[in-house]
Protein backbone atom coordinates (compact mmCIF):
# COMPACT_ATOMS: atom_id res chain seq x y z
CA UNK A 1 0.00 0.00 0.00
CA UNK A 2 0.99 3.66 -0.72
CA UNK A 3 2.53 4.67 2.22
CA UNK A 4 0.70 8.30 1.93
CA UNK A 5 -2.24 6.33 2.00
CA UNK A 6 -1.53 4.23 5.15
CA UNK A 7 -0.82 7.08 6.99
CA UNK A 8 -4.15 8.74 6.06
CA UNK A 9 -6.11 6.05 6.94
CA UNK A 10 -4.60 6.21 10.86
CA UNK A 11 -5.20 10.04 10.59
CA UNK A 12 -8.82 9.37 9.75
CA UNK A 13 -10.17 6.23 11.55
CA UNK A 14 -9.03 7.79 15.00
CA UNK A 15 -10.83 11.17 14.73
CA UNK A 16 -13.85 12.82 13.89
CA UNK A 17 -12.40 16.09 12.87
CA UNK A 18 -9.46 16.35 10.74
CA UNK A 19 -6.45 18.70 12.31
CA UNK A 20 -3.81 20.53 9.97
CA UNK A 21 -1.32 22.34 11.80
CA UNK A 22 -3.61 24.56 14.25
CA UNK A 23 -6.55 24.32 11.47
CA UNK A 24 -9.34 21.55 12.18
CA UNK A 25 -11.55 20.19 9.63
CA UNK A 26 -14.69 18.62 10.04
CA UNK A 27 -15.69 15.86 8.05
CA UNK A 28 -13.71 12.70 7.78
CA UNK A 29 -12.37 9.99 4.61
CA UNK A 30 -11.99 6.24 4.02
CA UNK A 31 -10.75 4.47 1.18
CA UNK A 32 -13.02 1.76 -0.01
CA UNK A 33 -10.89 0.57 -2.72
CA UNK A 34 -6.92 1.25 -3.50
CA UNK A 35 -8.20 -0.28 -7.36
CA UNK A 36 -11.36 -1.02 -8.85
CA UNK A 37 -9.57 -1.72 -12.16
CA UNK A 38 -10.36 1.22 -14.15
CA UNK A 39 -10.85 5.35 -13.33
CA UNK A 40 -13.89 6.53 -12.71
CA UNK A 41 -14.17 8.85 -15.50
CA UNK A 42 -18.34 8.71 -15.45
CA UNK A 43 -20.60 7.37 -12.39
CA UNK A 44 -23.83 6.69 -11.61
CA UNK A 45 -25.72 4.93 -8.61
CA UNK A 46 -28.84 2.32 -9.48
CA UNK A 47 -31.87 1.83 -7.14
CA UNK A 48 -30.22 -1.77 -6.48
CA UNK A 49 -27.43 0.11 -4.60
CA UNK A 50 -24.43 -0.58 -7.03
CA UNK A 51 -22.47 1.79 -8.52
CA UNK A 52 -21.85 1.87 -12.29
CA UNK A 53 -18.54 3.43 -13.48
CA UNK A 54 -16.59 3.39 -16.86
CA UNK A 55 -13.86 5.56 -18.86
CA UNK A 56 -13.01 5.18 -21.81
CA UNK A 57 -12.43 2.09 -24.35
CA UNK A 58 -9.65 3.68 -26.29
CA UNK A 59 -7.75 4.61 -23.36
CA UNK A 60 -5.89 1.28 -24.42
CA UNK A 61 -5.46 -1.48 -21.25
CA UNK A 62 -7.04 -0.88 -18.06
CA UNK A 63 -6.06 -3.07 -15.26
CA UNK A 64 -9.08 -5.25 -15.18
CA UNK A 65 -9.67 -7.96 -17.82
CA UNK A 66 -13.17 -9.12 -18.80
CA UNK A 67 -14.26 -12.50 -17.71
CA UNK A 68 -12.68 -15.37 -20.15
CA UNK A 69 -14.72 -15.23 -23.54
CA UNK A 70 -15.89 -12.11 -23.57
CA UNK A 71 -13.04 -10.45 -25.42
CA UNK A 72 -14.21 -7.81 -27.61
CA UNK A 73 -13.36 -8.44 -31.41
CA UNK A 74 -11.28 -5.35 -32.67
CA UNK A 75 -10.20 -6.28 -36.10
CA UNK A 76 -9.65 -9.82 -37.88
CA UNK A 77 -6.45 -9.87 -35.85
CA UNK A 78 -7.02 -8.27 -32.62
CA UNK A 79 -9.13 -7.90 -29.66
CA UNK A 80 -9.87 -6.30 -26.07
CA UNK A 81 -9.83 -8.67 -23.21
CA UNK A 82 -10.12 -5.26 -20.95
CA UNK A 83 -12.91 -3.61 -18.66
CA UNK A 84 -13.50 -0.26 -19.30
CA UNK A 85 -16.72 -0.25 -17.39
CA UNK A 86 -17.31 -1.96 -13.80
CA UNK A 87 -19.89 -1.97 -11.27
CA UNK A 88 -19.23 -1.55 -7.47
CA UNK A 89 -20.94 -2.66 -4.47
CA UNK A 90 -20.42 0.01 -1.72
CA UNK A 91 -21.20 -2.66 0.84
CA UNK A 92 -19.38 -5.62 -0.14
CA UNK A 93 -16.35 -3.35 -1.94
CA UNK A 94 -16.53 -6.23 -5.05
CA UNK A 95 -16.08 -5.46 -8.15
CA UNK A 96 -18.32 -6.99 -11.51
CA UNK A 97 -16.22 -6.29 -15.25
CA UNK A 98 -18.75 -5.17 -17.36
CA UNK A 99 -18.77 -5.00 -21.22
CA UNK A 100 -18.92 -1.87 -23.18
CA UNK A 101 -18.30 -1.84 -27.11
CA UNK A 102 -18.48 1.54 -28.07
CA UNK A 103 -16.06 4.58 -26.92
CA UNK A 104 -17.95 6.43 -23.97
CA UNK A 105 -15.33 9.29 -23.52
CA UNK A 106 -17.14 12.33 -23.03
CA UNK A 107 -20.40 10.95 -22.83
CA UNK A 108 -23.94 11.52 -20.93
CA UNK A 109 -26.17 10.42 -19.42
CA UNK A 110 -29.76 9.84 -17.12
CA UNK A 111 -31.99 7.47 -15.59
CA UNK A 112 -35.26 5.85 -17.16
CA UNK A 113 -38.69 5.76 -15.04
CA UNK A 114 -37.89 2.03 -14.26
CA UNK A 115 -34.42 2.57 -13.44
CA UNK A 116 -32.66 1.90 -15.97
CA UNK A 117 -29.47 3.88 -17.14
CA UNK A 118 -29.83 5.35 -20.23
CA UNK A 119 -25.96 6.57 -21.45
CA UNK A 120 -25.67 8.28 -24.58
CA UNK A 121 -22.97 9.56 -26.79
CA UNK A 122 -19.23 9.42 -26.48
CA UNK A 123 -16.16 9.42 -28.90
CA UNK A 124 -15.74 8.37 -32.53
CA UNK A 125 -17.33 5.44 -33.32
CA UNK A 126 -19.78 5.87 -30.00
CA UNK A 127 -21.10 9.40 -30.50
CA UNK A 128 -24.64 8.22 -31.98
CA UNK A 129 -24.44 5.37 -29.90
CA UNK A 130 -27.42 5.19 -26.99
CA UNK A 131 -26.40 2.55 -24.25
CA UNK A 132 -28.07 1.02 -21.52
CA UNK A 133 -27.84 -0.29 -18.36
CA UNK A 134 -30.39 -2.22 -15.99
CA UNK A 135 -30.36 -2.69 -12.39
CA UNK A 136 -30.65 -6.35 -12.17
CA UNK A 137 -27.96 -9.08 -11.37
CA UNK A 138 -25.65 -10.26 -13.73
CA UNK A 139 -27.03 -7.12 -16.25
CA UNK A 140 -24.67 -5.86 -18.27
CA UNK A 141 -24.48 -3.00 -21.25
CA UNK A 142 -26.80 -3.24 -24.17
CA UNK A 143 -26.46 -0.70 -26.82
CA UNK A 144 -28.36 0.75 -29.57
CA UNK A 145 -25.49 1.85 -32.30
CA UNK A 146 -28.26 4.28 -33.59
CA UNK A 147 -29.84 5.53 -30.94
CA UNK A 148 -28.95 9.37 -31.68
CA UNK A 149 -29.71 11.64 -34.58
CA UNK A 150 -26.26 13.69 -34.22
CA UNK A 151 -22.89 13.06 -32.74
CA UNK A 152 -22.70 14.03 -29.05
CA UNK A 153 -19.30 14.28 -27.30
CA UNK A 154 -19.75 16.30 -24.43
CA UNK A 155 -23.20 16.89 -24.41
CA UNK A 156 -25.78 17.05 -20.99
CA UNK A 157 -28.75 15.40 -20.49
CA UNK A 158 -31.77 15.93 -18.45
CA UNK A 159 -35.02 13.71 -17.12
CA UNK A 160 -38.14 15.90 -18.48
CA UNK A 161 -41.81 15.50 -16.80
CA UNK A 162 -43.17 12.85 -19.33
CA UNK A 163 -40.03 10.51 -18.81
CA UNK A 164 -38.29 10.96 -22.14
CA UNK A 165 -34.57 12.33 -21.62
CA UNK A 166 -33.62 15.64 -23.36
CA UNK A 167 -29.50 15.24 -25.23
CA UNK A 168 -28.45 19.21 -25.50
CA UNK A 169 -25.40 19.94 -27.50
CA UNK A 170 -21.95 18.53 -27.74
CA UNK A 171 -18.83 19.49 -29.84
CA UNK A 172 -20.04 20.97 -33.02
CA UNK A 173 -23.30 20.25 -32.43
CA UNK A 174 -25.91 23.10 -31.92
CA UNK A 175 -28.85 21.30 -31.45
CA UNK A 176 -30.76 19.25 -28.78
CA UNK A 177 -33.19 15.97 -29.33
CA UNK A 178 -34.69 13.57 -27.20
CA UNK A 179 -34.25 9.44 -26.41
CA UNK A 180 -35.34 6.91 -26.46
CA UNK A 181 -36.67 7.39 -29.64
CA UNK A 182 -40.28 6.41 -29.54
CA UNK A 183 -42.34 8.87 -31.55
CA UNK A 184 -42.09 11.09 -34.62
CA UNK A 185 -40.86 13.87 -32.16
CA UNK A 186 -38.37 12.16 -30.89
CA UNK A 187 -37.05 11.74 -34.74
CA UNK A 188 -36.34 15.48 -35.21
CA UNK A 189 -33.45 17.57 -34.46
CA UNK A 190 -34.17 20.81 -33.13
CA UNK A 191 -31.48 23.42 -33.42
CA UNK A 192 -30.74 25.76 -30.97
CA UNK A 193 -28.59 29.05 -31.93
CA UNK A 194 -27.55 29.81 -28.36
CA UNK A 195 -25.12 27.43 -28.43
CA UNK A 196 -22.99 28.70 -31.05
CA UNK A 197 -23.74 31.85 -29.75
CA UNK A 198 -22.19 31.04 -26.56
CA UNK A 199 -19.15 29.71 -28.04
CA UNK A 200 -15.51 31.34 -27.12
CA UNK A 201 -13.97 29.40 -29.82
CA UNK A 202 -13.99 26.31 -32.00
CA UNK A 203 -11.10 25.15 -30.07
CA UNK A 204 -12.03 26.42 -26.69
CA UNK A 205 -15.47 26.44 -26.49
CA UNK A 206 -15.96 27.05 -22.84
CA UNK A 207 -19.68 25.91 -23.27
CA UNK A 208 -19.73 22.24 -23.80
CA UNK A 209 -21.34 19.98 -21.12
CA UNK A 210 -23.69 22.85 -20.83
CA UNK A 211 -26.08 23.11 -17.24
CA UNK A 212 -29.28 21.86 -17.76
CA UNK A 213 -32.04 22.20 -14.83
CA UNK A 214 -35.50 21.69 -15.12
CA UNK A 215 -37.50 24.73 -14.26
CA UNK A 216 -40.92 24.04 -12.27
CA UNK A 217 -43.12 25.40 -15.14
CA UNK A 218 -41.48 22.38 -16.83
CA UNK A 219 -39.12 24.11 -19.08
CA UNK A 220 -35.60 23.86 -19.09
CA UNK A 221 -32.90 26.45 -17.47
CA UNK A 222 -29.92 26.04 -20.26
CA UNK A 223 -26.66 27.37 -19.08
CA UNK A 224 -23.38 28.04 -21.04
CA UNK A 225 -20.03 30.09 -20.86
CA UNK A 226 -21.38 33.17 -19.15
CA UNK A 227 -25.43 33.45 -19.39
CA UNK A 228 -28.35 30.89 -19.57
CA UNK A 229 -31.64 31.10 -21.44
CA UNK A 230 -35.26 28.91 -20.56
CA UNK A 231 -36.17 26.79 -23.50
CA UNK A 232 -39.64 25.70 -24.01
CA UNK A 233 -37.73 22.73 -25.62
CA UNK A 234 -41.35 21.48 -26.98
CA UNK A 235 -42.30 24.29 -29.11
CA UNK A 236 -38.15 25.05 -29.85
CA UNK A 237 -38.88 28.43 -28.39
CA UNK A 238 -36.61 30.35 -25.90
CA UNK A 239 -38.97 32.05 -23.48
CA UNK A 240 -36.58 34.01 -21.71
CA UNK A 241 -32.92 35.59 -21.25
CA UNK A 242 -31.53 36.34 -18.22
CA UNK A 243 -28.43 38.03 -17.74
CA UNK A 244 -24.57 37.43 -17.47
CA UNK A 245 -23.24 36.38 -15.02
CA UNK A 246 -20.82 39.19 -13.33
CA UNK A 247 -17.03 38.94 -13.18
CA UNK A 248 -16.08 38.03 -17.22
CA UNK A 249 -15.55 34.30 -16.16
CA UNK A 250 -16.28 31.17 -18.05
CA UNK A 251 -17.99 28.46 -16.91
CA UNK A 252 -18.62 25.71 -18.86
CA UNK A 253 -16.04 23.06 -20.00
CA UNK A 254 -12.78 23.52 -20.31
CA UNK A 255 -12.79 26.37 -18.60
CA UNK A 256 -15.01 23.86 -16.18
CA UNK A 257 -17.34 25.19 -13.19
CA UNK A 258 -20.14 23.64 -11.68
CA UNK A 259 -24.03 23.93 -10.93
CA UNK A 260 -27.05 22.75 -8.96
CA UNK A 261 -30.13 23.37 -8.84
CA UNK A 262 -30.69 24.80 -5.26
CA UNK A 263 -33.29 22.89 -2.90
CA UNK A 264 -36.88 22.87 -4.23
CA UNK A 265 -39.18 23.53 -0.87
CA UNK A 266 -42.78 22.41 -1.38
CA UNK A 267 -45.31 23.60 1.15
CA UNK A 268 -48.16 22.55 3.23
CA UNK A 269 -51.79 21.86 1.15
CA UNK A 270 -53.62 24.77 0.94
CA UNK A 271 -56.81 23.11 0.01
CA UNK A 272 -58.90 20.03 -0.31
CA UNK A 273 -57.29 19.42 -3.64
CA UNK A 274 -54.05 18.74 -1.67
CA UNK A 275 -52.52 21.23 -4.46
CA UNK A 276 -49.20 22.62 -2.83
CA UNK A 277 -47.46 26.28 -3.72
CA UNK A 278 -45.04 25.90 -6.62
CA UNK A 279 -41.75 27.01 -5.23
CA UNK A 280 -39.45 29.01 -7.16
CA UNK A 281 -36.43 27.70 -8.83
CA UNK A 282 -33.17 28.81 -7.66
CA UNK A 283 -29.75 27.85 -9.06
CA UNK A 284 -25.98 27.86 -8.05
CA UNK A 285 -23.24 28.59 -10.19
CA UNK A 286 -19.51 28.63 -8.94
CA UNK A 287 -15.86 28.34 -9.96
CA UNK A 288 -14.79 28.02 -13.73
CA UNK A 289 -12.09 30.41 -14.98
CA UNK A 290 -10.85 33.22 -17.86
CA UNK A 291 -12.34 32.05 -20.85
CA UNK A 292 -8.45 32.07 -21.97
CA UNK A 293 -7.41 30.12 -19.61
CA UNK A 294 -6.80 26.87 -21.38
CA UNK A 295 -5.06 28.65 -24.34
CA UNK A 296 -2.82 29.73 -21.11
CA UNK A 297 -2.49 26.35 -19.91
CA UNK A 298 -1.60 25.05 -22.96
CA UNK A 299 1.93 26.84 -22.99
CA UNK A 300 2.10 26.34 -19.49
CA UNK A 301 0.78 29.44 -18.11
CA UNK A 302 -1.80 28.03 -15.25
CA UNK A 303 -4.01 31.03 -14.24
CA UNK A 304 -5.88 30.53 -10.81
CA UNK A 305 -9.74 29.22 -11.06
CA UNK A 306 -12.30 31.82 -9.85
CA UNK A 307 -13.55 32.11 -6.79
CA UNK A 308 -16.89 33.53 -7.40
CA UNK A 309 -20.56 32.35 -7.23
CA UNK A 310 -23.79 33.14 -8.44
CA UNK A 311 -27.17 32.89 -7.58
CA UNK A 312 -29.78 33.22 -9.66
CA UNK A 313 -33.70 32.60 -8.88
CA UNK A 314 -35.17 31.65 -12.65
CA UNK A 315 -39.05 32.19 -11.65
CA UNK A 316 -38.59 35.86 -10.37
CA UNK A 317 -40.23 38.54 -12.50
CA UNK A 318 -36.28 40.34 -12.74
CA UNK A 319 -34.00 37.55 -11.85
CA UNK A 320 -30.51 38.92 -10.92
CA UNK A 321 -27.14 37.58 -9.67
CA UNK A 322 -26.27 37.53 -5.75
CA UNK A 323 -22.94 36.55 -6.09
CA UNK A 324 -20.46 35.08 -3.15
CA UNK A 325 -16.94 33.92 -3.08
CA UNK A 326 -16.29 30.44 -2.19
CA UNK A 327 -13.39 30.39 0.30
CA UNK A 328 -10.82 28.35 -2.03
CA UNK A 329 -10.33 29.01 -6.04
CA UNK A 330 -11.61 25.86 -7.25
CA UNK A 331 -12.04 24.95 -10.73
CA UNK A 332 -13.09 20.84 -12.31
CA UNK A 333 -14.95 21.43 -8.99
CA UNK A 334 -18.15 18.48 -8.45
CA UNK A 335 -21.26 19.92 -6.43
CA UNK A 336 -23.43 17.14 -4.90
CA UNK A 337 -26.57 17.53 -2.97
CA UNK A 338 -26.61 16.35 0.62
CA UNK A 339 -29.67 15.10 1.78
CA UNK A 340 -29.75 17.85 4.23
CA UNK A 341 -30.00 20.24 1.45
CA UNK A 342 -26.85 21.64 2.10
CA UNK A 343 -24.42 21.34 -1.18
CA UNK A 344 -20.86 19.90 -1.37
CA UNK A 345 -18.30 21.09 -3.33
CA UNK A 346 -15.46 18.64 -3.75
CA UNK A 347 -12.70 17.67 -6.12
CA UNK A 348 -10.72 19.90 -8.60
CA UNK A 349 -8.19 22.27 -9.04
CA UNK A 350 -7.01 25.86 -8.01
CA UNK A 351 -5.54 26.86 -11.37
CA UNK A 352 -5.32 25.83 -14.87
CA UNK A 353 -8.80 23.66 -16.56
CA UNK A 354 -9.83 20.61 -18.28
CA UNK A 355 -7.91 18.93 -20.61
CA UNK A 356 -4.83 16.57 -20.51
CA UNK A 357 -1.96 18.09 -18.34
CA UNK A 358 -3.34 21.68 -17.86
CA UNK A 359 -4.39 21.79 -14.31
CA UNK A 360 -1.78 22.62 -11.36
CA UNK A 361 -2.34 22.84 -7.39
CA UNK A 362 -4.88 20.48 -6.63
CA UNK A 363 -7.90 21.57 -3.95
CA UNK A 364 -7.56 18.92 -1.61
CA UNK A 365 -10.23 20.28 0.73
CA UNK A 366 -14.17 19.75 0.05
CA UNK A 367 -16.47 22.93 0.97
CA UNK A 368 -19.57 22.98 2.46
CA UNK A 369 -22.16 25.41 0.88
CA UNK A 370 -25.31 25.95 3.39
CA UNK A 371 -28.09 27.83 1.15
CA UNK A 372 -30.43 28.83 4.14
CA UNK A 373 -27.44 30.51 6.43
CA UNK A 374 -28.37 34.35 7.07
CA UNK A 375 -24.45 36.16 5.67
CA UNK A 376 -26.02 39.57 6.09
CA UNK A 377 -23.71 40.33 8.88
CA UNK A 378 -20.56 39.57 6.82
CA UNK A 379 -20.80 35.89 7.44
CA UNK A 380 -20.04 33.48 5.07
CA UNK A 381 -22.02 30.15 4.15
CA UNK A 382 -19.40 28.15 3.12
CA UNK A 383 -17.23 26.06 5.47
CA UNK A 384 -13.61 24.47 5.01
CA UNK A 385 -13.91 20.80 5.37
CA UNK A 386 -11.42 17.80 6.30
CA UNK A 387 -8.77 17.29 3.17
CA UNK A 388 -8.29 14.17 1.08
CA UNK A 389 -5.16 13.33 0.38
CA UNK A 390 -5.81 11.86 -3.26
CA UNK A 391 -5.42 14.52 -6.03
CA UNK A 392 -8.78 14.73 -8.23
CA UNK A 393 -8.29 16.29 -11.20
CA UNK A 394 -9.78 16.42 -14.63
CA UNK A 395 -12.06 12.92 -15.20
CA UNK A 396 -13.06 12.80 -11.44
CA UNK A 397 -16.13 11.99 -10.19
CA UNK A 398 -18.53 12.31 -6.61
CA UNK A 399 -21.51 11.01 -5.90
CA UNK A 400 -24.80 10.42 -3.01
CA UNK A 401 -24.73 7.29 -1.64
CA UNK A 402 -28.12 6.37 0.22
CA UNK A 403 -26.53 6.29 3.52
CA UNK A 404 -25.38 9.80 2.73
CA UNK A 405 -21.83 9.27 2.70
CA UNK A 406 -20.39 11.01 -0.62
CA UNK A 407 -17.94 7.91 -2.99
CA UNK A 408 -15.49 9.71 -4.89
CA UNK A 409 -13.12 8.88 -7.73
CA UNK A 410 -11.56 8.59 -10.58
CA UNK A 411 -8.72 11.43 -12.31
CA UNK A 412 -6.84 10.80 -15.08
CA UNK A 413 -5.36 13.78 -16.78
CA UNK A 414 -3.05 11.55 -18.94
CA UNK A 415 -3.67 10.45 -22.62
CA UNK A 416 -3.83 6.51 -21.37
CA UNK A 417 -3.14 4.76 -18.10
CA UNK A 418 -0.30 6.70 -17.04
CA UNK A 419 1.35 5.91 -13.07
CA UNK A 420 4.20 7.99 -12.70
CA UNK A 421 3.01 10.93 -14.27
CA UNK A 422 2.95 14.47 -12.31
CA UNK A 423 -0.74 13.39 -11.86
CA UNK A 424 -1.17 9.98 -12.17
CA UNK A 425 -3.97 7.97 -13.31
CA UNK A 426 -6.29 7.43 -10.39
CA UNK A 427 -8.32 4.23 -9.76
CA UNK A 428 -9.16 4.05 -6.04
CA UNK A 429 -12.37 4.89 -4.47
CA UNK A 430 -13.04 6.71 -1.29
CA UNK A 431 -15.60 8.01 0.62
CA UNK A 432 -16.27 11.48 2.28
CA UNK A 433 -17.94 11.54 5.43
CA UNK A 434 -19.86 14.41 5.82
CA UNK A 435 -20.12 16.57 9.16
CA UNK A 436 -23.49 15.22 10.03
CA UNK A 437 -21.66 12.21 10.66
CA UNK A 438 -19.80 13.04 13.34
CA UNK A 439 -22.22 14.76 15.40
CA UNK A 440 -22.90 13.00 18.61
CA UNK A 441 -26.81 13.01 17.86
CA UNK A 442 -29.53 10.14 17.49
CA UNK A 443 -29.61 9.47 13.94
CA UNK A 444 -33.62 9.18 12.66
CA UNK A 445 -34.03 5.78 11.06
CA UNK A 446 -36.90 5.15 8.28
CA UNK A 447 -39.13 1.60 9.30
CA UNK A 448 -41.92 1.90 6.60
CA UNK A 449 -43.05 4.36 3.83
CA UNK A 450 -46.83 4.34 3.36
CA UNK A 451 -48.85 3.53 1.18
CA UNK A 452 -45.46 1.79 -0.07
CA UNK A 453 -42.55 2.38 -2.09
CA UNK A 454 -44.45 3.10 -5.15
CA UNK A 455 -46.31 6.60 -4.88
CA UNK A 456 -48.28 9.10 -7.13
CA UNK A 457 -48.19 12.49 -7.63
CA UNK A 458 -49.83 14.75 -5.05
CA UNK A 459 -50.86 11.24 -3.36
CA UNK A 460 -50.99 11.05 0.70
CA UNK A 461 -48.01 9.16 2.24
CA UNK A 462 -46.73 8.69 6.06
CA UNK A 463 -42.99 7.83 7.45
CA UNK A 464 -42.89 5.37 10.37
CA UNK A 465 -39.24 6.28 11.46
CA UNK A 466 -37.67 5.29 15.01
CA UNK A 467 -35.41 7.70 17.17
CA UNK A 468 -33.67 7.81 20.35
CA UNK A 469 -35.19 10.64 22.20
CA UNK A 470 -37.63 13.11 21.64
CA UNK A 471 -38.33 14.64 18.32
CA UNK A 472 -37.80 18.34 17.33
CA UNK A 473 -40.66 19.25 14.97
CA UNK A 474 -39.30 22.34 13.94
CA UNK A 475 -35.59 20.32 12.93
CA UNK A 476 -37.24 17.22 11.52
CA UNK A 477 -38.21 17.51 7.39
CA UNK A 478 -38.22 14.86 4.85
CA UNK A 479 -36.33 15.20 1.23
CA UNK A 480 -37.00 13.35 -1.93
CA UNK A 481 -32.68 13.20 -4.25
CA UNK A 482 -33.14 12.26 -7.79
CA UNK A 483 -30.05 10.13 -8.62
CA UNK A 484 -27.70 11.62 -10.67
CA UNK A 485 -24.81 10.71 -13.54
CA UNK A 486 -22.11 12.70 -12.71
CA UNK A 487 -19.02 13.66 -15.54
CA UNK A 488 -16.65 16.46 -15.59
CA UNK A 489 -18.14 18.31 -12.90
CA UNK A 490 -21.84 17.88 -14.07
CA UNK A 491 -23.91 15.74 -12.11
CA UNK A 492 -26.87 15.44 -14.44
CA UNK A 493 -30.21 15.45 -13.38
CA UNK A 494 -29.33 15.94 -10.14
CA UNK A 495 -32.62 17.65 -7.95
CA UNK A 496 -33.50 17.69 -4.51
CA UNK A 497 -37.19 18.42 -2.71
CA UNK A 498 -38.29 19.22 0.88
CA UNK A 499 -41.42 17.42 1.16
CA UNK A 500 -44.41 19.26 2.15
CA UNK A 501 -45.61 17.17 5.63
CA UNK A 502 -47.87 18.15 8.41
CA UNK A 503 -47.00 19.97 10.77
CA UNK A 504 -47.43 16.97 13.75
CA UNK A 505 -45.84 14.05 14.75
CA UNK A 506 -47.65 11.01 15.93
CA UNK A 507 -46.81 8.08 17.83
CA UNK A 508 -47.58 4.39 17.09
CA UNK A 509 -48.82 1.45 18.86
CA UNK A 510 -45.20 -0.13 18.70
CA UNK A 511 -43.65 2.98 20.01
CA UNK A 512 -42.55 4.56 16.46
CA UNK A 513 -43.37 8.19 14.96
CA UNK A 514 -45.14 8.76 12.38
CA UNK A 515 -45.55 11.75 10.11
CA UNK A 516 -47.85 12.54 7.19
CA UNK A 517 -47.64 14.40 4.28
CA UNK A 518 -48.07 14.93 0.31
CA UNK A 519 -45.68 13.74 -2.58
CA UNK A 520 -44.66 16.22 -5.23
CA UNK A 521 -48.20 17.32 -6.95
CA UNK A 522 -46.46 17.51 -11.16
CA UNK A 523 -43.99 15.66 -12.77
CA UNK A 524 -42.46 19.19 -13.00
CA UNK A 525 -41.43 19.46 -9.69
CA UNK A 526 -40.07 15.98 -9.73
CA UNK A 527 -39.70 14.29 -13.04
CA UNK A 528 -41.27 10.23 -12.34
CA UNK A 529 -38.90 8.30 -12.50
CA UNK A 530 -36.97 6.63 -8.59
CA UNK A 531 -35.80 8.90 -5.73
CA UNK A 532 -33.74 8.32 -2.86
CA UNK A 533 -36.21 9.21 0.41
CA UNK A 534 -34.22 11.02 3.57
CA UNK A 535 -35.76 11.85 7.17
CA UNK A 536 -33.68 14.83 8.62
CA UNK A 537 -33.69 15.07 12.64
CA UNK A 538 -31.40 18.42 13.32
CA UNK A 539 -29.51 18.36 10.33
CA UNK A 540 -28.55 14.83 10.42
CA UNK A 541 -29.97 12.14 8.37
CA UNK A 542 -29.64 8.65 7.58
CA UNK A 543 -29.73 5.74 5.28
CA UNK A 544 -32.45 6.48 2.43
CA UNK A 545 -34.86 4.40 1.35
CA UNK A 546 -35.86 4.00 -2.62
CA UNK A 547 -39.17 5.37 -3.82
CA UNK A 548 -40.66 5.32 -7.33
CA UNK A 549 -42.90 8.36 -8.61
CA UNK A 550 -44.94 8.66 -11.37
CA UNK A 551 -48.21 8.99 -12.91
CA UNK A 552 -50.70 5.62 -11.83
Known amino acids: MDPKILIFMLLVCCSSVFNVGAQSYQGKWKLLKRSIGVSAMHMALLPNEKIVTFDRSEFGPSNITLPQGKCIKEDSKSSD ?259 TGDVLIINGAAKGTAGWGVARDPVLNPVLYRPDARNSDGSTRFEVLAPSLIPRLYHSTAHLLSDGRVLVGGSNPNINYNFSALYPTELSLEAFYPPYFTKKKPRPSIVAVNPGLKIGYKQKISLEFTLEGSVILSDLFVTMVAPSFTTHSIAMNQRLLVLAFNNEVKKTSSGNYLVEGYAPETAALAPPGYYQLFLVHEAIPRKGKWIQIKQF
Open 81 to 339: CYAHSVEFDPATRAVRPLTILSDTWCSSGAFSIDGTLVQSGGYRLGEKVVRYFKPCMDCDWEEDQNGLLSPRWHASNQVLPDGKIIVVGGRYQFTYEFIPKLSGSDRILYKLPFLKETRYSALVPNNLYPFLHLSTDGNLFVFANDRGILLDYINNKVIRSYPVTPGGISRNYPSTGYSVLLPLKLFSTTDSDNNTSTPDAEVLICGGTAPDSNEKANVGVFVPASKSCGRLIITAASPEWEMEEMPINRVMGDMIMLP
